[in-house]
């Protein structure tokens, strides 16, 4: 029994601090109107971002492999996006130790810089975006509508690594869903990458 308990803080030690739970599908976008500051200097919120059919929110860093990985379709998904009328925001969230581990602001102009970002990459003061978002990994997408409600959460698709073999492209379905005023088929998949980094309590 004692195991068993020391065992269980051990895993309660090991979860991310952060403790709201997370959004679900149908819930309003939170805290659009927080300003944000993007690589560029410019401050900016989720509602400044929305557009006509919604928002994606990609909660996203510098240094998660997973995150590396993915990075080559971030630009077509914002192409994607805005031809769909969909806004398309990133958000790095990773608040401990920030500067010392690469999530720096001059660190996220230098990274944006090397993939040619053609979208916003700002920074989640105190993680709080995340911590309203109940967003727990990097990447972690977010796909609100013209209502700005909640229509996608999840992963980007089932193949982080191998492009090519990519079999279910959850995110690109469920933009065209969007842009088309059609019902998304798969609405909720779970978010593969690296824990966000969120600062000790």
Same mark, same amino acid.
């Given at each position: 029994?004692?195991?068993?308990?020391? $065992?269980?803080?051990?895993?309660?030690?090991?979860?991310?601090? +952060?403790?709201? +739970?997370?959004?679900?599908?149908?819930?309003?976008?939170?805290?659009?109107?927080?300003?944000? &500051?993007?690589? +560029?200097? @410019?401050?900016?919120?989720?509602?400044?971002?929305?557009?006509?059919?919604?928002?994606?929110?990609? %909660?996203? #860093?510098? +240094?998660?492999?997973?995150?590396?990985?993915?990075?080559?379709? $971030?630009?077509?998904?914002?192409?994607?996006?805005?031809?769909?009328?969909?806004?398309?925001?990133?958000?790095?969230?990773? &608040?401990?130790?920030? =500067? @010392?581990?690469?999530?720096?602001?001059?660190?996220?102009?230098? %990274?944006?810089?090397? $993939?040619?970002?053609? %979208?916003?990459?700002?920074?989640?003061?105190?993680? /709080? !975006?995340? &911590?309203?978002?109940? =967003?727990? @990994?990097?990447?972690?997408?977010?796909?609100?509508?013209?209502?700005?409600?909640?229509?996608?959460?999840?992963?980007?698709?089932?193949?982080?690594?191998?492009?090519?073999?990519?079999?279910? &492209? $959850?995110?690109?379905?469920?933009?065209?869903?969007?842009?088309?005023?059609?019902?998304?088929?798969?609405?909720?998949?779970? =978010? !593969?990458? #690296?824990?966000?980094?969120? =600062? /000790?309590?």
């Amino acid at each position: 029994m004692k195991q068993a308990i020391k $065992y269980f803080f051990i895993f309660i030690l090991g979860l991310p601090f +952060s403790f709201a +739970s997370e959004l679900e599908i149908g819930a309003s976008m939170p805290m659009g109107d927080v300003k944000m &500051t993007d690589i +560029s200097g @410019k401050k900016v919120s989720l509602n400044d971002v929305k557009m006509e059919n919604g928002l994606i929110v990609n %909660f996203s #860093c510098n +240094s998660c492999p997973w995150v590396i990985a993915w990075q080559d379709r $971030y630009n077509s998904l914002s192409e994607l996006s805005n031809k769909n009328k969909i806004g398309f925001i990133t958000i790095n969230p990773n &608040t401990k130790n920030r =500067a @010392k581990i690469g999530e720096g602001l001059d660190d996220m102009r230098d %990274f944006s810089k090397k $993939y040619g970002h053609n %979208f916003l990459y700002t920074v989640d003061k105190g993680a /709080e !975006l995340a &911590t309203a978002f109940g =967003a727990t @990994k990097t990447p972690h997408i977010y796909l609100f509508d013209g209502k700005g409600k909640l229509v996608y959460r999840g992963a980007i698709d089932d193949n982080a690594r191998k492009p090519n073999k990519v079999k279910k &492209t $959850y995110l690109m379905d469920a933009i065209q869903a969007v842009g088309k005023g059609q019902t998304i088929t798969v609405a909720e998949t779970r =978010a !593969l990458g #690296c824990g966000i980094k969120f =600062a /000790e309590k």
